[in-house]
Nanobody, 118 residues
Framework: QVQLVESGGGLVQPGGSLRLSCAASGFTFFSNYAMSWYRQAPGKERELVADISSIGGSTNYADSVKGRFTISRDNAKNTVYLQMNSLKPEDTAVYYC??????????WGQGTQVTVSS
């Protein structure tokens, strides 16, 4: 059974940092999947935050997080990370992990809440 489990969310003050993790299980070859982080704020559509290629050599970021967030993956641990620095109140959202196969099959985690507030 394929499963993605996010962790690391919580409440943080503006300017603070959090590191999200997404642990994958049940994937035959995790390294074959492109991984992404999305987020959805209340009343807004889900948006792409960052993605990383299957091998990890290519990354892409939303303009709103460039220079503050870093996506990485450890294929040996079947885990993808999102390091979030200089957090702003507008980063408040539920953050979701997504795995995308070469043939277009997508898998989603259940999400983890990030709240940036003083």
């Amino acid at each position: 059974q394929v499963q993605l489990v996010e962790s690391g969310g919580g409440l943080v003050q503006p300017g603070g940092s959090l590191r999200l993790s997404c642990a994958a299980s049940g994937f035959t070859f995790f390294s074959n999947y492109a991984m992404s982080w999305y987020r959805q704020a209340p009343g807004k559509e889900r948006e792409l935050v960052a993605d990383i290629s299957s091998i990890g050599g290519s990354t892409n970021y939303a303009d709103s997080v460039k220079g503050r967030f870093t996506i990485s993956r450890d294929n040996a641990k079947n885990t993808v990370y999102l390091q979030m620095n200089s957090l702003k109140p507008e980063d408040t959202a539920v953050y979701y992990c997504r795995a995308l196969s070469d043939w277009g099959r997508a898998y989603w985690g259940q999400g983890t809440q990030v709240t940036v507030s003083s």
